[in-house]
């Protein structure tokens, strides 16, 4: 596939999504979606579509044996990515956001590691991979996510308190992202010392199938309203003023995932594993940083121009950074 029509095909995708998010900033402007109905609405999406959607993911393809070790072996390096890149992040934004307020320092740093994996990384990773017979991209994109949910509520909750007391490893153990994770893999990996035939994995009931894939379904619409929302009530021309601001989305969008591509593929990491690695480096600003900072008193405003104006900018870099990615791949 050649770059411009990968950068079609993921800007199609990307597309929709804004679509949904102007939904989502429609109806915060004429006050059809709340402060406190968006907050339920991103509760429902954390603690029960996002763990549908992984064990969906897991269960909805029954691979042959050497199929399974294939995809196993493929798990591994996304989480292993995942991890280096997250450490790498970390030690990156100590070094460049030093800022004397500590309000817009602590901000700054967790809004350029934590991208919007969750509300956009999966959903686009779903629509541009997934295919009837395959889950791949829910899969390694779901494992992508229990780490950012592991470095979120470690590293990510006591730089932004500012207190290590505030991590809570009940909260990491019991997320339901990792939960979605190891459960998904238990119906996905079980059978594999069960039994001796051809093919394996766990075949869940029709009824248990289709309910999974109607909650899953709720993945793409529900995050983009809720991004949607916080869109109508930023003050974006302060973001534009902001030229701090301007280097924290820079870094987001455009240093890290341009990197991790480089690096990864120096590496000789190709295809799916590479592709979904990218799309979550690549996603805006995640709506945690705002939660997060609503949460332990930092600048909030800032936090929601961060968000609101990366994922603007995001409609125009993720097809530029993932076409390239998918025609190298």
Not at 155 to 160: E, K
Not at 182 to 188: A, E, N, T
Not at 263 to 286: C, D, H, K
Not at 291 to 309: E, P, Q
């Amino acid at each position: 596939m050649d770059f411009l029509s990968s950068f079609f095909a993921v800007a199609e995708k990307v597309g929709l999504l804004f679509i949904l998010i102007a939904l989502g900033f429609l109806c915060q402007r004429i006050k059809i979606l709340t402060e406190e109905a968006n907050k339920c609405i991103g509760d429902l999406v954390m603690y029960f579509v996002t763990p549908c959607v992984i064990i969906n993911a897991f269960s909805a393809t029954v691979y042959g044996r050497e199929e399974l070790l294939v995809v196993l072996k493929n798990i591994l390096i996304v989480a292993l990515i995942a991890i280096a890149m997250h450490i790498a992040m970390i030690l990156v934004v100590h070094l460049i956001f030093r800022s004397r307020n500590e309000d817009r320092r602590r901000v700054m740093r967790f809004a350029a590691v934590f991208s919007n994996a969750g509300f956009i990384a999966l959903p686009l990773a779903q629509a541009l991979i997934d295919t009837p017979a395959s889950r791949e991209g829910s899969l390694y994109a779901a494992v992508y996510l229990a780490v950012f949910n592991i470095a979120l509520w470690t590293w990510g909750l006591v730089d932004m308190s500012g207190d290590k007391k505030n991590m809570n490893w009940r909260k990491i153990i019991f997320n339901p992202g990792i939960i979605g994770v190891v459960v998904g893999l238990f119906v996905f990996t079980s059978p594999l010392y069960m039994t001796f035939g051809e093919t394996v994995g766990i075949r869940l009931p029709g009824l248990v199938l289709d309910a999974l894939s109607a909650v899953s379904a709720l993945n793409l619409p529900l995050p983009m309203l809720i991004v949607g929302f916080y869109l109508g009530k930023a003050d974006l021309l302060a973001a534009f003023r902001d030229g701090m601001s301007w280097l924290c989305i820079a870094v987001r969008l455009l240093a890290f995932p341009l990197i991790l591509l480089l690096v990864l593929w120096g590496m000789g990491v190709r295809g799916n594993v590479l592709t979904v690695s990218v799309i979550g480096a690549s996603a805006p600003v995640g709506a945690t940083a705002t939660i997060f900072a609503a949460k332990f008193d930092r600048d909030t405003d800032l936090s929601v121009r961060l968000v609101s104006l990366s994922t603007i900018l995001s409609m125009i870099t993720m097809p530029i950074i993932i076409g390239l990615t998918q025609v190298i791949a």
